[in-house]
């Protein structure tokens, strides 16, 4: 059974930083792309960034610069790296396994950024 678990959400002031945990297991993790999405309030669901199996890297225009996802293959865990946060990346973040038809989603942490 495949199981993805976000840690590292809060509240965050304009300007800071967080970091996002997906624990992964029951999938055979180095071989899935990894990525991170988000869905504020009254919005559809966005991507922030995404991370193949050979390290490959794509981000939203919106985060580009400021945020960075990467991976941990021996620890089957993905991080989001998010610094100099604004008001506007507020919203639930959720990590995504895919590898061909296989498809999974966490359940999702809050991020809430406000002064």
């Known amino acids: 059974q495949v199981q993805l678990v976000e840690s590292g959400g809060g509240l965050v002031q304009p300007g800071g930083s967080l970091r996002l945990s997906c624990a992964a297991s029951g999938i055979i993790f180095s071989v899935y792309t990894m990525g991170w999405f988000r869905q504020a309030p009254g919005k559809q669901r966005e991507l922030v960034a995404t991370i193949t199996s050979d390290g490959r890297t794509n981000y939203a225009d919106s985060v580009k610069g400021r945020f960075t996802i990467s991976r941990d293959n021996a620890k089957n865990t993905v991080y989001l790296q998010m610094n100099s946060l604004k008001p506007e990346d507020t919203a639930v973040y959720s990590c995504?396994?895919?590898?061909?038809?296989?498809?999974?989603w966490g359940q999702g942490t809050q991020v809430t950024v406000s002064s």
């Open positions: 995504n396994a895919k590898f061909f038809s296989h498809d999974s």
